[in-house]
């Protein structure tokens, strides 16, 4: 039978969170049952929440950075059995069939993955995220959380992890290599920590060095503030990659104009308003300007593998289901160091 679970949820676009109950699926052969712990607060959500990426579904249940353990599984999963910790991320199912869902790369599901939240199945049921107390998942779409981390700091793991991890791998960043990461917020601090885990020799960009003794324990060697001009003059022809964690609007020329020859600068924040740059800053280094989804499922399991051989979680403020309306507003204000994640025994009052 389904399970009723309690959750916290926005019932019209913008309005505030509240508590409410929600049902989960009966569980399928392949299914999981998991009792959730922890759930991440991700900028993304907010967005979804607010109805700024476009339609969306309400009432909306937010949340794709989940940590818990397994409750139930279903009469066909051998993978994960009672008790055992795990995790979800950004999706729950995909098509299987196409050559992105075959190449484990399910993030780009030729029929469209199904979001976490805010998606409807290929049932044609409304998906509902982890700002609840319990979720069922489709067993390929569940990873494994390491005995070497808290399921507290592991939750930002699924989506602020896996988003930075990624590109950091898929473009070589290790040793002899120097990254540079723009922006110390949810993503950025996690890039640091990652790149840095990796050998790479890490620099922080951003706005202020208001964050700069953060950045330096987090494993950056050195930390420059972007507002100030000289800083894109000093840093000519640095870098070998350059990852861009912030959603706003950059002067891109200026950036690239940072990266060696052959650099790359690869884009995982989502500004509001498109970005703009000269086909020269490009042409004349062979420079690379890209964009980088998440991972997938196999990648979010190495991820976390990675994670807990080398100590990694996410920092975080932990709060209670009274405090998810408040921690929105402080996200928007960037206060926050640097993840939100929700204590989900306290959604049930």
Not at 92 to 110: H, I, L, M, N
Not at 127 to 150: A, L, M
Not at 246 to 270: C, H, I
């Amino acid at each position: 039978m389904s399970t009723i679970t309690n959750a916290i949820a926005v019932p019209t676009p913008g309005a505030p969170l509240e508590r409410t109950t929600i049902e989960r699926r009966d569980l399928r052969p392949d299914d999981v049952l998991i009792d959730i712990a922890y759930a991440g607060i991700c900028h993304s959500d907010i967005h979804q929440a607010k109805e700024d990426w476009g339609r969306a579904i309400f009432p909306m249940v937010p949340g794709h950075e989940i940590a818990g353990v397994v409750a139930a599984v279903g009469s066909a999963v051998t993978k994960y059995q009672v008790g055992d910790r795990v995790g979800v991320g950004c999706m729950v199912d995909s098509c299987g069939e196409c050559e992105y869902c075959r190449a484990g790369t399910e993030q780009f599901c030729v029929k469209g993955n199904v979001q976490t939240y805010n998606g409807v199945g290929f049932d044609g049921e409304n998906t509902y995220g982890g700002y609840s107390q319990q979720v069922v998942v489709k067993d390929s779409f569940v990873c494994r959380i390491p005995e070497g981390i808290g399921l507290d700091v592991a939750a930002p793991l699924l989506c602020a992890g896996i988003t930075t991890y990624s590109p950091l791998r898929q473009w070589g960043a290790g040793p002899g290599k120097k990254v540079a990461v723009v922006g110390l917020g949810g993503l950025g601090h996690m890039a640091v920590k990652l790149a840095a885990a990796m050998g790479a020799e890490v620099t922080v960009l951003s706005q202020s060095l208001k964050k700069q003794e953060d950045g330096l324990k987090l494993g950056a060697k050195d930390y420059y503030a972007t507002s100030d001009e000289s800083t894109f003059e000093a840093l000519q022809g640095r870098f070998d990659l350059i990852l861009n964690t912030v959603s706003a609007k950059l002067p891109v020329d200026a950036y690239l104009g940072m990266l060696r020859v052959g650099g790359a600068m690869v884009n995982v924040g989502a500004p509001g308003e498109p970005l703009s740059y000269s086909a020269f800053s490009l042409l004349g280094g062979n420079k690379v300007l890209a964009g980088s989804m998440i991972g997938g499922i196999a990648e979010t399991q190495e991820m976390l593998d990675f994670c807990a051989e080398h100590g990694i979680g996410a920092e975080i403020e932990l709060i209670s289901a009274d405090q998810v309306n408040e921690a929105y507003a402080r996200v928007e204000n960037s206060d926050v160091r640097y993840r939100f994640v929700i204590d989900t025994a306290t959604i049930g009052g």
